[in-house]
């Protein structure tokens, strides 16, 4: 019966300690967007940050439209965070991240921008 009850508690704490980790990586990559993506794409990911001037030939991804997203996979994301838009044949307006960040917090931009959109890859 305690072993029981302690086997509980190991996994239970193993359990927390896991899901706190995914929250401080979420919330690290909540503030890599807005320090280094929300000039462009806006502090809500509408696409409409301070540097999306009418001027610009390309606007910068809405990453709320739903639609719009769900045409990107998780590497297509991954490799435009990485590479930029000159990597992926997009507007080279789209900065390249690889050697800013690492990959674990591009993987974790990757899913911040499915929380935004609520959608998934195809
Ligand atoms: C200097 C402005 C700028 C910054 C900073 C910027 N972007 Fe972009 N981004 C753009 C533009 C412009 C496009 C649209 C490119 C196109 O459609 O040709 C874009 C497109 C994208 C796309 C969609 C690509 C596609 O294939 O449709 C993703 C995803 C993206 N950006 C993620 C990010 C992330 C994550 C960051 C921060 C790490 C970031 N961007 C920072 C300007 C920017």
Redesign the pocket.
């Known amino acids: 019966m305690i072993r029981k009850t302690l086997i509980a508690v190991a996994a239970l704490s193993a359990f927390l300690a896991l899901s706190r980790m995914s929250d401080a990586q979420a919330a690290a990559a909540e503030a ?2 807005k320090f ?2 929300a ?3 806006g502090l809500e990911g509408k696409g409409d940050g301070p ?1 999306a001037t009418k001027s ?1 030939p ?4 809405n ?1 709320t439209n739903t639609v ?1 997203m769900s045409k ?1 996979s998780d590497q ?2 991954i490799n ?2 990485k590479g930029g ?1 000159a990597a ?1 044949s ?2 080279t ?3 390249p ?1 690889g050697k800013t ?1 690492t990959d674990a917090e591009v993987a974790a ?1 990757k899913d911040y ?1 499915r929380k935004l959109c609520k959608c998934k890859g195809n």
């Open positions: 890599n967007y280094y993506c000039q462009c794409h540097n610009q390309v606007s910068p991804r990453h719009e990107l297509d994301i435009v965070i838009g992926t997009k507007s307006m789209m900065p991240f960040l931009l921008l």
